[in-house]
T-cell receptor, first 114, second 113 residues
Framework: DGGITQSPKYLFRKEGQNVTLSCEQN?????MYWYRQDPGQGLRLIYY???????QKGDIAEGYSVSREKKESFPLTVTSAQKNPTAFYLC?????????????FGPGTRLTVT | GENVEQHPSTLSVQEGDSAVIKCTYS??????FPWYKQELGKRPQLIID???NVGEKKDQRIAVTLNKTAKHFSLHITETQPEDSAVYFC????????????WGAGTKLIIKP
């Protein structure tokens, strides 16, 4: 069963704690992405990666960190430096190279920080 | 910088009528234009896409048109049904790195019974 998975579905943390969100794909995609979505809002790019051991900051990278040690995995850490971490986090993957490609999304993780 | 503008932000139509959502992009190097549907609390899913060498594409009740000269593209949904109620996002491939997408802000489509 090919696809992209995220865990957990819901996550609750206290303010001041770091938390890591998991994202795994078995689509053999080179590119992976993390987006943040606030209620009633659009998709904002946090980080993206085109290849293992390389990643780039998106539009709202402050307070977040990522790693890409394996092609299949792209975990996101929400650090205590992120001022408003409560949001819906979506991971996506796609082929890369010229031409533009569909992004496949995971089911998302809803993070609540109190 | 690159951006995609999407209008309207909310669209309410009577069931059975047609709905049209429009997007304008800034980067003339964009060559891939997908449309995604996101139901409440769910992930965005691709419903139709078009490449720059094509002017129109249809899939049953859904169609997308592209005007490269004017740099705009539109989603057309005919014979709307209650299950079409959702948020729709347009996107355009980035001219800087083709695998990235630049996203519109979304349109909330409401189908009135």
């Amino acid at each position: 069963d090919g696809g992209i998975t995220q865990s957990p579905k819901y996550l609750f943390r206290k303010e001041g704690q770091n938390v890591t969100l998991s994202c795994e794909q078995n689509l053999n995609h080179d590119a992976m992405y993390w987006y943040r979505q606030d209620p009633g809002q659009g998709l904002r790019l946090i980080y993206y990666s085109q290849i293992v051991n390389d990643f780039q900051k998106g539009d709202i990278a402050e307070g977040y960190s990522v790693s890409r040690e394996k092609k299949e995995s792209f975990p996101l850490t929400v650090t205590s430096a992120q001022k408003n971490p409560t949001a819906f986090y979506l991971c996506a993957s796609s082929m890369s190279g010229s031409g533009g490609y569909e992004q496949y999304f995971g089911p998302g993780t809803r993070l609540t920080v109190t | 910088g690159e951006n995609v503008e999407q209008h309207p932000s909310t669209l309410s139509v009577q069931e059975g009528d047609s709905a049209v959502i429009k997007c304008t992009y800034s980067d003339s190097a964009s060559n891939y234009f997908p449309w995604y549907k996101q139901e409440l609390g769910k992930r965005p899913q691709l419903i139709i896409d078009i490449r720059s060498n094509v002017g129109e594409k249809k899939d049953q009740r859904i169609a997308v048109t592209l005007n490269k000269t004017a740099k705009h593209f539109s989603l057309h949904i005919t014979e709307t049904q209650p299950e079409d109620s959702a948020v729709y996002f347009c996107a355009a491939s980035s001219g800087d790195s083709n695998y990235q997408l630049i996203w519109g802000a979304g349109t909330k489509l409401i189908i009135k019974p």
